[in-house]
């Protein structure tokens, strides 16, 4: 984690100022620090959407990450669609998460949001599939990942198989997890570092439907633009 995030963090009730005059915040990646702050504190809702520089600094904004985004920030409720990979579920709960690696570096201290019965939305960008593995089991060995009602994994994109992989891939992860959970875990959601990303805010409700058909992820109570 950037050391100025710890900073930031680590500053005086500096959460109070969004909490009583708030913003519509957005950002991805390592600020999945300062998002988990917010809310644990705060309770303080932000979006996880695309990056500044990589999505909307591009030659070209893609069209589905741009009208995702708009959707979460115009909509006091809207729904995501997608082929979800995972068990037939339905379930409502806090939305919150981020990225994967932000989240591990938050427990044990005071900013890692006390979430029970939540979703929990995930993603990472150049990690090995035993990289990945190795952090979701320290969710769940930290007692969080059995306390949400779901999990949902968006994209763990950007590493190179080599020899420390020996074979093993992301799709043998999901399954060991699977193994362990009583929970539902769905993948492949348009989440994370990519050009194709959906907006979540974070703290919000969400109802999560996985069906054969497809799945559905239901999102309400969050702020929203004022038009």
Same mark, same amino acid.
């Not at 979006?47 to 990589?54: I, K, Q, T």
């Not at 997890?177 to 974070?202: A, N, Y």
């Given at each position: 984690? =950037? @050391?100025?995030?710890?900073?930031? &963090?680590?500053?005086?009730?500096?959460?109070?100022?969004?909490?009583?005059?708030?913003?519509?915040?957005?950002?991805?990646?390592?600020?999945? !620090?300062?998002?988990?702050?917010? &809310?644990?504190? +705060?309770?303080?809702?932000?979006?996880?959407?695309?990056?500044? @520089?990589? /999505?909307?600094?591009?030659?070209?904004?893609?069209?589905?990450?741009?009208?995702?985004?708009?959707?979460?920030?115009?909509? #006091?409720?809207?729904?995501? #669609?997608?082929?979800?990979?995972? =068990?037939?579920?339905?379930?409502?709960? *806090?939305?919150?998460?981020?990225? $994967? !690696?932000?989240?591990?570096?938050?427990?044990?201290?005071?900013?890692?949001?006390?979430?029970? /019965?939540?979703?929990?939305?995930?993603?990472?960008?150049?990690?090995?599939?035993?990289?990945?593995?190795?952090?979701?089991?320290?969710?769940?060995? !930290?007692?969080?990942?059995?306390?949400?009602?779901?999990?949902?994994? +968006?994209?763990?994109?950007?590493? *190179? =198989?080599?020899?420390?992989?020996?074979?093993?891939? &992301?799709?043998? @992860?999901?399954?060991?997890?699977?193994?362990?959970?009583?929970?539902?875990?769905?993948?492949?959601?348009?989440? +994370?570092?990519?050009?194709?990303?959906? *907006?979540?805010?974070?703290?919000?409700?969400?109802?999560?439907?996985?069906?054969?058909?497809?799945?559905? $992820?239901?999102?309400?109570?969050?702020? @929203?633009?004022?038009?």
């Amino acid at each position: 984690m =950037p @050391v100025v995030y710890w900073q930031i &963090l680590t500053g005086r009730h500096w959460w109070l100022a969004n909490k009583h005059d708030p913003l519509l915040i957005c950002g991805h990646s390592d600020f999945t !620090a300062i998002q988990c702050g917010l &809310l644990a504190h +705060g309770n303080v809702i932000t979006f996880s959407g695309p990056m500044l @520089v990589a /999505n909307f600094g591009a030659d070209e904004l893609n069209a589905f990450t741009e009208h995702h985004f708009w959707l979460a920030l115009r909509n #006091e409720t809207f729904t995501i #669609e997608w082929q979800g990979e995972g =068990p037939t579920c339905q379930t409502e709960g *806090t939305l919150w998460g981020g990225n $994967l !690696a932000m989240l591990i570096s938050l427990i044990g201290t005071p900013w890692m949001p006390q979430i029970e /019965n939540g979703i929990l939305v995930l993603e990472d960008i150049n990690e090995h599939p035993f990289r990945v593995e190795r952090m979701l089991l320290q969710l769940y060995h !930290a007692g969080i990942l059995p306390r949400q009602k779901a999990i949902i994994l +968006g994209s763990f994109s950007g590493s *190179t =198989p080599n020899d420390y992989d020996a074979g093993y891939n &992301l799709e043998s @992860v999901y399954a060991f997890l699977r193994s362990r959970l009583s929970i539902p875990l769905i993948t492949g959601l348009d989440f +994370g570092h990519e050009p194709r990303t959906v *907006t979540l805010p974070l703290g919000a409700q969400a109802i999560l439907t996985n069906t054969r058909e497809g799945t559905q $992820l239901t999102i309400s109570g969050h702020p @929203v633009l004022k038009m």
